[in-house]
């Protein structure tokens, strides 16, 4: 039986796996929407298929999460290395290949699918030491690899306006090669998570929800939230430049954004032992609304900048919040399959309905149009997140 590694490798492998998913997470995202307008699809294709990309996510991520949790003797990471494998090729394909609309909704499909997919997995691989009793800091990762984010967006706004936006596609090839390789020498588990996710045999996602209404409403409010949430990013380049900035200012607001996620990690685990998931959860959602109201309001790149730091306490506060809310609500011999359920709710199908509905109303009324949709729907968010809360004190 192999050594256990020390906590500390365990930390440092781990905050390189964060550093490597978010920067790869950004060099496919962030210009995403420009870069199909560029190859001449418009902006309601463009939200149709960042839609798609979406949907895939939603339709893999419970598959290969219930696969890990039937197949507890095939080591998460490899699982994790072959997806990411997969999904180069389908970057490669996307990169090197002339696509009309069919093919890259399929290559998008792919890529989408297998990357988001692979999110729920990796925290999954730090939570199997967390539970044994390794004080792995996911928190700190978390925030490091947000850090990551917002240096890999800055970096590629300078790219961008240099390079055009194609070359994103080769700086997204070479990071998503370098994180399978951090995937795949990642320190396998062997203890007693492992030992528990054999205890009982794992249940369906149905059961689940059924188990648990409080937990299955606030992942209800959770994916009203998103959808309002995840376009403040995916669509932000058509924010910024109503507002007066430039394609290139777009690297700019990324960073500060990112780099606002990143004081999270520091006192995150005091506010979970104070407040608890639920309520956690429910003071993100708050914040995703208040940034969303704060860049409908907005009437400049300065004020578009100044929202920025509300992502602290938005989507930076929910990513750790919602891996530890998961880890309390859900079975040892599920949670991969949970985690998969939090995924799908929230940049899954929450990705795909905002980037669906961004598109649209963006096409119809404008950024400003596209605004007052996420705010109604992040303020959908609160009050179904407000209902979880109280049915979780009754019940």
């Given at each position: 039986?192999?050594?256990?590694?020390?906590?500390?490798?365990?930390?440092r492998?781990?905050?390189?796996?964060?550093?490597?998913?978010?920067?790869?997470?950004?060099?496919?995202?962030?210009?995403?929407?420009?870069?199909?307008?560029?190859?001449?699809?418009?902006?309601?294709?463009?939200?149709?298929?960042?839609?798609?990309?979406?949907?895939?996510?939603?339709?893999?991520?419970?598959?290969?999460?219930?696969?890990?949790?039937?197949?507890?003797?095939?080591?998460?990471?490899?699982?994790?290395?072959?997806?990411?494998?997969?999904?180069?090729?389908?970057?490669?394909?996307?990169?090197?290949?002339?696509?009309?609309?069919?093919?890259?909704?399929?290559?998008?499909v792919?890529?989408?699918?297998?990357?988001?997919?692979s999110?729920?997995?990796?925290?999954?691989?730090?939570i199997?030491?967390?539970?044994?009793?390794?004080?792995?800091?996911?928190?700190?990762?978390?925030?490091?690899?947000?850090?990551?984010?917002?240096?890999?967006?800055?970096?590629?706004?300078?790219?961008?306006?240099?390079?055009?936006?194609?070359?994103?596609?080769?700086?997204?090839?070479?990071?998503?090669?370098?994180?399978i390789?951090?995937?795949?020498?990642?320190?396998?588990?062997?203890?007693?998570?492992?030992?528990?996710?054999?205890?009982?045999?794992?249940?369906?996602?149905?059961?689940?929800?059924?188990?648990?209404?409080?937990?299955?409403?606030?992942?209800?409010?959770?994916?009203?939230?998103?959808?309002?949430?995840?376009?403040?990013?995916?669509?932000?380049?058509?924010?910024?430049?109503?507002?007066?900035?430039?394609?290139?200012?777009?690297?700019?607001?990324?960073?500060?954004?990112?780099?606002?996620?990143?004081?999270?990690?520091?006192?995150?685990?005091r506010?979970?032992?104070?407040?608890?998931?639920?309520?956690?959860?429910l003071?993100?959602?708050?914040?995703?609304?208040?940034?969303?109201?704060?860049?409908?309001?907005?009437?400049?790149?300065?004020?578009?900048?100044?929202?920025?730091?509300?992502?602290?306490?938005?989507?930076?506060?929910?990513?750790?919040?919602?891996?530890?809310?998961?880890?309390?609500?859900?079975?040892?011999?599920?949670?991969?399959?949970?985690?998969?359920?939090?995924?799908?709710?929230?940049?899954?199908?929450?990705?795909?309905l905002?980037?669906?509905?961004?598109?649209?109303?963006?096409?119809?009324?404008?950024?400003?149009?596209?605004?007052?949709?996420?705010?109604?729907?992040?303020?959908?968010?609160?009050?179904?997140?407000?209902?979880?809360?109280?049915?979780?004190?009754?019940?």
């Amino acid at each position: 039986m192999p050594s256990t590694p020390s906590v500390r490798r365990l930390d440092r492998h781990y905050i390189a796996m964060q550093v490597g998913f978010w920067a790869v997470f950004a060099a496919a995202c962030i210009y995403q929407s420009y870069l199909l307008t560029e190859r001449g699809f418009s902006d309601a294709q463009s939200g149709l298929l960042i839609s798609i990309r979406c949907l895939s996510g939603i339709l893999c991520q419970p598959l290969l999460g219930g696969f890990a949790d039937r197949h507890p003797q095939i080591p998460l990471r490899r699982i994790v290395a072959l997806s990411l494998g997969l999904s180069l090729a389908a970057a490669l394909v996307f990169l090197l290949v002339p696509l009309g609309f069919g093919g890259t909704a399929l290559v998008l499909v792919v890529m989408g699918g297998l990357e988001l997919s692979s999110y729920p997995l990796m925290d999954s691989m730090a939570i199997q030491f967390i539970n044994a009793g390794m004080p792995i800091r996911y928190s700190l990762g978390r925030g490091i690899g947000s850090m990551a984010y917002a240096l890999c967006c800055a970096a590629l706004g300078w790219q961008v306006g240099r390079l055009g936006v194609e070359s994103t596609l080769v700086t997204h090839a070479a990071l998503l090669a370098l994180e399978i390789l951090l995937v795949a020498t990642f320190p396998p588990f062997q203890g007693a998570a492992e030992g528990a996710r054999r205890e009982g045999a794992p249940h369906s996602a149905l059961w689940l929800l059924r188990r648990d209404p409080a937990f299955a409403l606030m992942l209800l409010a959770i994916l009203l939230g998103l959808t309002g949430c995840l376009p403040l990013s995916n669509f932000l380049l058509q924010v910024v430049t109503s507002r007066g900035g430039t394609e290139g200012d777009l690297g700019l607001v990324l960073f500060v954004m990112g780099a606002f996620e990143l004081p999270t990690a520091f006192f995150f685990r005091r506010l979970y032992r104070r407040l608890g998931g639920g309520r956690l959860l429910l003071l993100s959602l708050f914040f995703c609304l208040a940034k969303a109201a704060a860049l409908f309001v907005s009437g400049s790149l300065t004020g578009v900048l100044l929202a920025q730091p509300l992502q602290m306490l938005g989507y930076g506060l929910f990513t750790p919040t919602s891996v530890y809310y998961v880890n309390d609500s859900v079975p040892p011999e599920d949670q991969v399959k949970g985690q998969a359920l939090m995924m799908v709710a929230s940049n899954g199908l929450g990705g795909v309905l905002g980037s669906f509905f961004a598109g649209q109303t963006l096409e119809r009324g404008g950024p400003n149009g596209m605004l007052l949709f996420c705010v109604l729907s992040c303020a959908a968010g609160v009050l179904v997140g407000a209902a979880s809360l109280r049915l979780a004190r009754r019940t």
